[in-house]
């Protein structure tokens, strides 16, 4: 057993830290947020350049060979300077689905991910599934040689500034869910874009009769749903990941404020139930790397085994980021909540956070199913 | 003992009920507005008309426009108010300022301000919280030095909510710097419009203009302005410290949003069964529900035990507290219900066009207000300081 980050793995953190302080500090990123266009290819051009893009991709894509722990570390310090770069949509949704796939068109793309040319969004959610769906509305009907998507996707995050989409489809021809990969601007697809608490921006996405050739499916004919629940376990664990950044920062912080704010003639960090808050918060954050970490490590595992150690993260970090950004809001007082000071946009980040693939409750009962339940399959 | 309200307050409640339903704005009605969408005009515009009818300062002794109303009374008509859902009323003037002046107040201060306070023709704001003084406000640095019949004032005040539309403030403000902290306090009436007063919005992470700094730099306020002696302005904040703690537990209008949540959940698409039926949600639905129960009984008893126009005690503390809990839960279940329609954020202060089209308004509002509600364990006296007060007051501890 072993909980060391390999010299590599603590070169790219270091590489990826260095620029991630100087392209996204906190003004820039309110800047570029403010701005329109609000995405700068410049930025996801210098991740391709250190390699960043690459590091979870196998040699044979033009990678470097990593993988579920690359991922971690960069979700990692792109939540400790909020990131609003599509990593986790490009990266570990649409390359988790373009490596896994078949033919020589996914291979393409996952070559153009590592290249910063593909960019991609996941349309799976639909307004009828809260948060996992369970039927899907869209479908891909055959029609000869090719499929004609129609349906609605709900709240794809990053969409307009994806150039290819994930989405996820019922072929009435046969059972189960199909996935298939896109080009965001093919006749027939019409978005609603619009921001997000957190400065990042989504779209619900309308296809009528959207043409898609044979290249476009990742799996055989409906049979992609365990592929879909593989790439969701290992985006909620590098969301996770990513909150581990976002809950750094706000104790940090919170901490630090305590020790410089002075009121009745003290420091904020000498009144005991403030202290006692801040231990708290220590906690939760203790306990939400463990569980981040066992998850990471456990994606490779059976599909059982993965799903509950997911499951188990994402609870318990659910109710960290409730608990360590409410804490933090509630010790700085009204200044947390003002627009132009960092801590309240990390404590709506933790928010977000908490309600991505699914909340406690949601994993809870994954958990206990998975767990208490012999002949139960992940879902 | 006796759950019930007597035939008096009973037909009181209905004719409260006929007034509102009567006289309800028509340009209120049958709107999805929230609060930061208000106007200006659309709080005056209701103001005004429990004004007219003489119904806008229960509270107030009969000679300045009080009705006269039992504790209980008041308290029924807050529900009545919240029960239809009716635009907020401001505390500045009518719960704050008001009680000041006709307490501790000159004869010509009742007269000139207490009339336009109640009609509406004066719009209050609150400056109290300074950078370096919150929960410890009587710290507070904004200085005003005499000068013959007029104070300089010089300082800066901050969290001021809707202070962009307000024609006066009441400040709280240091008069002698060598006296200890709560001893050199004076509490100033400064008429906004005065030169060398600048307001500017503070915007908050929800998106919305809702509070403001107030910047003092050598405005000249008359002495007459002054309410109470000079150095013991303390006595009128405290006083309206206890008055503003008194309606903050909010078990109404937490109600109602509670109502509107049960009936989000209950009818909305975005799952089958509807999120109600799933026992998980509904157990923590429940839960709320039956803490405001209690909370609404606990009120009743603390009300009918106090003494008619009495300031409340240190008990109010207690439905602080327990209020804003449970109205930043409430909160938290509707951000959990709108699902992943909970993200979108239609206020972002920019030129892109809103997202009319994503998920339903309640769904879009969620996270708005959710972020919004932080503050209600943070003003009008923080819950750890609320939670000091109860150890000392309560449990003389």
């Given amino acids: 057993m072993n909980f060391e980050f390999t010299e590599e793995q603590s070169m790219l953190r270091q590489a990826l830290s260095a620029y991630l302080n100087d392209t996204c500090a906190f003004e820039k990123r309110q800047a570029l947020v403010r701005s329109q266009p609000d995405w700068r290819p410049e930025i996801w051009r210098g991740l391709v350049d250190l390699g960043i893009l690459g590091a979870s991709f196998p040699e044979a894509l033009g990678g470097t060979g990593g993988g579920a722990i690359e991922n971690l570390i960069v979700m990692e310090e792109s939540g400790k300077v909020l990131s609003i770069e599509p990593y986790l949509e490009t990266v570990v949704i649409g390359g988790g689905f373009l490596q896994r796939a078949r033919g020589s068109r996914a291979e393409e793309l996952a070559r153009g991910i590592v290249a910063g040319e593909v960019v991609l969004a996941f349309a799976h959610t639909e307004p009828h599934s809260r948060q996992t769906p369970v039927q899907l509305q869209t479908t891909a009907s055959r029609s000869g040689s090719h499929y004609l998507l129609n349906g609605h996707k709900a709240v794809v995050i990053a969409a307009p500034w994806a150039t290819h989409l994930i989405v996820t489809a019922h072929t009435p021809g046969a059972p189960g869910v199909s996935a298939f990969v896109i080009d965001r601007r093919l006749p027939g697809i019409t978005t609603c874009d619009y921001p997000t608490v957190d400065g990042r921006v989504a779209s619900d996405i309308y296809f009528e009769n959207v043409r898609l050739d044979d290249t476009a499916l990742l799996t055989e004919e409906g049979a992609a749903l365990p592929l879909i629940e593989q790439v969701i376990d290992e985006a909620t664990a590098a969301v996770c990941a990513e909150a581990l950044g976002v809950m750094r920062e706000l104790h940090q912080r919170t901490l630090e404020y305590s020790r410089q704010r002075k009121q009745f003639g003290r420091r904020l960090g000498e009144f005991q139930v403030l202290q006692h808050r801040m231990v708290d918060m220590l906690m939760h954050l203790e306990q939400s790397i463990s569980a981040t970490y066992v998850a990471t490590l456990r994606l490779g595992q059976d599909p059982r085994e993965r799903a509950a150690a997911v499951s188990a993260a994402k609870a318990i970090v659910t109710k960290a980021c409730a608990f360590i950004g409410q804490g933090a809001i509630q010790i700085h007082g009204g200044i947390g909540l003002a627009e132009e000071f960092a801590l309240g946009h990390y404590f709506k980040r933790a928010t977000v956070i908490e309600g991505l693939f699914g909340s406690v409750d949601d994993h809870l009962r994954r958990y206990a199913q998975l767990s208490f339940n012999p002949r139960a399959l992940p879902a | ?397």
């Fill in chain 2, 1 to 397: 003992m006796n759950l019930e309200l007597c035939a008096t307050d009973l037909a009181f409640r209905d004719e409260v009920r006929r007034f509102i339903e009567a006289e309800y704005p028509q340009a209120l009605r049958n709107q999805e507005v929230e609060p930061d969408e208000l106007t200006k005009e659309d709080y005056l515009l209701w103001h005004r008309t429990l004004a007219r009818k003489g119904w806008i300062a229960p509270a107030w002794p009969k000679e300045h426009g009080g009705t006269g109303w039992t504790a209980l009374q008041r308290y029924i008509f807050g529900q009545e108010l919240a029960r239809y859902d009716t635009v907020p009323l401001l505390p500045f003037g009518i719960n704050m300022v008001g009680p000041v002046i006709y307490t501790f107040g000159t004869p010509e201060q009742k007269q000139r301000f207490l009339p336009p306070t109640f009609s509406g023709d004066i719009w209050w704001c609150q400056g109290y919280s300074e950078p370096g003084a919150g929960s410890d406000l009587a710290s507070l640095k904004t200085r005003a030095e005499r000068n013959g019949d007029e104070y300089i004032v010089n300082g800066q005040k901050t969290w001021t909510t809707l202070a962009q539309h307000a024609d006066w403030g009441f400040f709280l403000v240091r008069t002698n710097p060598a006296a200890k902290a709560q001893e050199g306090i004076s509490f100033l009436l400064i008429d906004l419009r005065s030169p060398g007063v600048t307001v500017r919005p503070l915007i908050t992470i929800d998106g919305t203009h809702e509070v403001n700094e107030i910047w003092l730099e050598n405005v000249r306020v008359p002495v007459e302005n002054r309410v109470f002696r000079e150095n013991e302005g303390w006595t009128c904040a405290k006083f309206l410290l206890e008055h503003e703690r008194s309606g903050i537990a909010r078990v109404a209008r937490s109600q109602r949003a509670l109502e509107h949540l049960i009936d989000f959940c209950a009818t909305d698409e975005m799952s089958s069964p509807p999120l109600l039926q799933d026992p998980y949600f509904a157990r923590k639905v429940a839960e709320v529900q039956i803490e405001l129960l209690a909370l609404e009984y606990t009120e009743l008893r603390l009300l009918t035990a106090a003494t008619e126009h009495q300031a409340p005690g240190p008990e109010s503390s207690l439905l602080k507290i327990k209020g804003s809990e449970l109205q930043q839960r409430i909160t938290e279940l509707a951000r959990e219900a709108a699902g992943h329609y909970g993200i979108v954020f239609p206020h972002r202060r920019d030129t892109r066009a809103q997202p009319h089209e994503a998920g339903s308004s309640a769904a879009r509002r969620a996270a708005r207000v959710y972020l919004n509600t932080r503050k209600v364990s943070i003003y009008g006296g923080s819950n750890e300081i609320q939670r000091n007060i109860i150890a000392k007051r309560i449990l003389n501890l």
